[in-house]
Nanobody, 123 residues
């Protein structure tokens, strides 16, 4: 099983990026799925999760109104649309899968993840 992220890059403050995550070897519609981010040397931060029924859980208040998570189970893909990016959003972003259908309250329960894609927000 594998998760592969894409879409990261360098963007100016206020800009947008759209991240994608392709799953292989597992069927995403059996799981809640989400994104977390990590700055090297720091603890990971949960960002967003979407359950199998489409319910969304924000792990990070600072992304409310700016980031949107979505899933396309027919394509076995998940997405993270990021708008109004800030330098504080700079991190490696990982897509991840939970072991159940609903989003876990603790994002550490997103226990299978990809290698990540780097998002750098800088002028």
């Amino acid at each position: 099983s594998q998760l592969v992220e894409s879409g990261g890059g360098l963007v100016q403050p206020g800009g947008s990026l759209s991240l994608s995550c392709e799953a292989s070897g597992l069927t995403l519609d059996n799981y809640a799925i989400g994104w977390f981010r990590q700055v090297p040397g720091k603890e990971r931060e949960g960002v967003l999760c979407i359950g199998s029924s489409g319910e969304v859980l924000h792990y990070l208040d600072s992304v409310k109104g700016r980031f949107t998570i979505s899933r396309d189970d027919a394509k076995n893909m998940m997405y993270l649309q990021m708008n109004s990016l800030e330098p504080e959003d700079t991190a490696v972003y990982h897509c991840a899968v939970a072991s159940g259908l609903r989003c876990p309250r603790n994002y550490y329960a997103l226990n299978f993840w990809g290698e990540g894609t780097l998002v750098a927000v800088s002028s």
